[in-house]
């Protein structure tokens, strides 16, 4: 990345005049992501390094989107973050930084927003869970296990 913004600007062929936003604008999902759940775990005195799934692909996850899903999504809005930077380059570095950073936050709470229109279920169909439910069953018939009411 450092090497992209030493060369960017100089490059005969393609000069991008705020190389640095450019280079932000690739690594802006997991940069700021990283930063989002640092900073929420500090906010709630836990460690940074504090393991929980706070991170925008956990959250897309319980929304009920695949791994390939997150993946590609990712991606396009990663593109769409490089295109709208490329194209406000007579903004200057520091207004497409921001731009970028209000996008990024953007993105994040639509995803908060965003409700699932139909629940996944996975049905499990091996022999020992059959049986695990055949004896709670029986378990229930015979009171050893009392019903909710």
Request: glycine share 6%; charged share 20%.
């Amino acid at each position: 990345m450092i090497r992209f913004i030493k060369t960017a600007e100089g490059s005969n062929i393609l000069p991008v005049l705020a190389s640095p936003a450019m280079g932000f604008g690739i690594l802006l999902i997991p940069l700021m992501d990283t930063l989002r759940v640092f900073t929420i775990r500090i906010m709630h005195g836990r460690s940074p390094f504090y393991a929980e799934k706070n991170h925008l692909h956990h959250l897309l996850l319980d929304k009920g989107f695949s791994h390939k899903q997150i993946t590609i999504s990712f991606s396009i809005a990663t593109i769409l973050i490089i295109a709208l930077s490329y194209s406000a380059l007579t903004l200057g570095t520091t207004k497409i930084i921001l731009l970028q950073i209000i996008c990024f936050f953007l993105g994040v709470w639509l995803i908060k927003l965003y409700k699932p229109t139909k629940q996944k279920l996975h049905l499990v169909r091996d022999d020992e869970s059959k049986n695990n439910v055949r004896n709670l069953i029986s378990l229930i018939k015979t009171g050893a296990i009392a019903e909710k009411e």
